[in-house]
């Protein structure tokens, strides 16, 4: 099964700020990541797929890149509503699995 | 637009099994990849397995073989999890997802707590 590394665990930072998130796959996934955004008490949302193309009705300034076993989730400046946990999942071939978590605080 | 709705919530004894159900309505069931996700208190997501309806192939997480079953009915357009030999440890909210390249469609999630 393929393993999925997230970092850094907890990141705190400011609104307007960027944010940078990370996700190491332990072989190569190709470009078939997602990622996802979760709050509390919500099923998680789909916010890229395919490494680096936004799902419908995310905004601009959410933005991935990557492929092969490195994957980076950009969010240009911070919204307070961005405020949550990421999620990256591989869907390379089964079993598909997630990365830990990320959590986006407020500093 | 695709709506998922999912069965209520389960309080169930150690060593028993639970039964989670998912119905998709709007979109065409058998094109789906549905895949069931659970999430600890306070934990993060954790893929158990999915099924494809089209081909009825079906694949677990190996964590999970042998007491978990995922299944597909394409006349009621619902999934199914079977859990089983249930432990506290399984206390978790159960999601299904059904994926269609590029969407993606979750259900609300069944709380399922194991307790004695």
């Known amino acids: 099964e393929i393993v999925l590394t997230q970092s850094p665990g907890t990141l705190s930072l400011s609104p307007g700020e960027r944010a940078t998130l990370s996700c190491r796959a332990s072989q190569s996934v190709s470009r078939s990541l997602v990622w996802y955004q979760q709050k509390h008490g919500q099923a998680p949302r789909l916010l890229i797929y395919?490494?680096?193309h936004r799902a419908t009705g995310i905004p601009a300034r959410f933005s991935g890149s990557g492929s092969g076993t490195d994957f980076t989730l950009t969010i240009s400046s911070l919204e307070p509503e961005d405020f949550a946990v990421y999620y990256c999942q591989h869907r390379d071939r089964w079993p598909y699995s997630f990365g830990q978590g990320t959590k986006l605080e407020i500093k | 637009q695709v709506q998922v709705l999912q069965s209520g919530a389960e309080v169930k004894k150690p060593g028993s099994s639970v039964k989670v159900s998912c119905k998709a309505s709007?979109?065409?069931?058998?094109?789906?990849?549905i895949s069931w996700v659970r999430q600890a208190p306070g934990q993060g997501l954790e893929w158990m397995g999915g099924t494809m309806p089209m081909s009825g192939a079906t694949n677990y997480a190996q964590k999970f073989h042998g007491r978990v079953t995922i299944t597909a009915d394409e006349s009621r357009t619902t999934s199914f999890l079977d859990l089983s030999s249930l432990r506290s440890e399984d206390t978790a909210v159960y999601y299904c997802s059904f994926y269609s390249h590029p969407f993606d469609y979750w259900g609300p999630g069944s709380l399922v707590t194991v307790s004695s």
């Open positions: 395919d490494a680096s």
């Open positions: 709007g979109g065409a069931f058998s094109s789906f990849i």
